[in-house]
């Protein structure tokens, strides 16, 4: 089955790209912008930037080299992996020259590495040898699940095999999670025990300490505490999330039910705690870490791309492992709010970051952004980590949208598709998020249960099938039965604009509100000469009207604008005589202005802009 996670057990199964095909929608327009741009943008920009060459440089003279540095950060060689992986599922025609290009730079016993290849694992902490392999093996074992054995999957098995003769009787690990989970992938996909019990020692290593101390303290690299005993997750957001999948994937294999529950458990405290609207992850920006408790600033939000991406992955492998509807309720946040944002409309530019409050507009950018902050998307970055994954994650999405058990199908992602398992062929037709109606027809015959996701917004909803209509709940709409070719089940969402505000401990964003819909975070954005967002004021007692405008709702909300003195002590005391105002206080009697808002992942198409999603309230 062509799926990137592929567990031997658990309540679900993945149906993999193989059994869902996406029809044109707002997630297969995007995959196939991503196959026919995105992909190609990114190869064009590893050519450019000399890391490619970094590959062909390993089989040139030593003077030859020295006439031509090797290009890119320590860690560069990973980008390329993740863009294998992205061809390998999308079964893309570059693969085979790319893979031969990389092919050649191996070592005769397996190691691999344009930076390290003459000082090997002299730095465990920064080096990124470990994690570099890691995405060599995803993207082997993408093209061993959706085309079969070649040039590439051999170099990865070699790589795989050097891995544990170098490391499996010894206390090491890498300061960047991923090759746990990559490990334990290729022995699900070729059945050799030790990739499997070499990603169980990584991840029993971590925290004892493994690793040295630095500036940011052990918890940036997870190494403060054993994986079993942390009680959050903590330190580099990226990281954490991939030894968290790892973890999950390693209990799932090895039937460690203790180590699956404090994964659980960690994602429990950390959603309840440590997580943006929009389900992105990361408060600081100094280390790309979580913060602290309800630490949630939106202007400083962090909320990485390649954190959202893992935060999908890790909620994908515990919905498989428990059936848990509540890990794809955040995976469907993260995926339109973080993912979706993170790419521009024309497939050719990227969010590194995704702040919830943009106070200046960014100067646009041509070339390389030499930072990940910013409020517009760029074409790369020095640090190019984000445009990789959000191809390889797009090339392989379909894998996410349906799974099966022994009763049935079910449907976490309403995407317009085609799904098929054990004899049953069904069509699934919807605009969503735009419209909230989703109808599955049944192409080829067959029996069994077919559920539908119900949003835990979505109080209200109704399913519809052989002649009866019944309310359900947030959850799963169960529709069961014996299926003829034309039946037809009905799930409507009602999509009633809403308001949302936060937990009063977030104290960043005390006093203010956002508006959702659907599964949509909505946002101010102001372009050019369109009104200021610093001194706006949101009226939540009248209703939040919507339009449809060239296929896309927006909504509108009533404001009022702020008018503090000019030039004055930016303090006031109430008790103090003034004749006007309080600074910061609406005047006397303005009248409340519609203020347009915009989805949250469409910000930033328009041109540098201010940009906000939590809006100070009259309240």
Known sequence: MASPVLPSSGVLSPLGTDSVRPAPGFWGDRIALNREVTIAHCQEWMERTGWIGNFRRLGATPAQRGAHPRQGREFSDSEIYKLLEAMAWADHPNLPELAATVAAAQEEDGYLNTRWYDDRYSDFEWGHELYCYGHLIQAGVARLRAHGED????????????????????????????????????????????????????????????LGDITFGRAYFQDDLPVRRARVFRGHAVRAVYLASGAVDVAVETGDSELLSAIEAQWERTVARRIHLTGGLGSRHSDESFGEDFELPPDRAYSETCAGIGSIMLSHRLLLATGNVRYADLAERTMFNVLATALALDGRSFFYASPLHVRVPASPLEGVNQVAEGGLRSPWFTVSCCPSNIARTYASLAAYLATSDASGVQIHHHAPAEIRHGGLALRVETGYPWSGAVTVRVLEAGSGRISLRVPPWASGARLSYGGAVRPVSPGYAVAEGEWRAGDEIRLDLPMTPRWTYPDPRADAVRGCAAVERGPLVYCAESVGDEPPLSLIRAGTATPVEHHLLDGVVELDVQASLLHPPADAWPYSSPQAPQSAAPPGQPAPAPAGEPLRLVPYHRWGNRGPATMRVWLPTTA
Do not use: S
Not at 166 to 192: D, I, K, S, W
């Open 151 to 210: 040039e590439l999957t051999k170099v990865v098995l070699r790589a795989a095999d050097h891995i544990c003769r170098r490391f499996m009787n010894t206390q090491e690990t890498c300061g960047h999670p991923v090759v746990e989970m990559a490990l334990v992938e290729l022995y699900r996909a070729t059945g050799t025990e030790r990739y499997l019990e070499m990603a169980r020692r990584f991840v029993e290593r971590r925290g004892l300490p493994a």
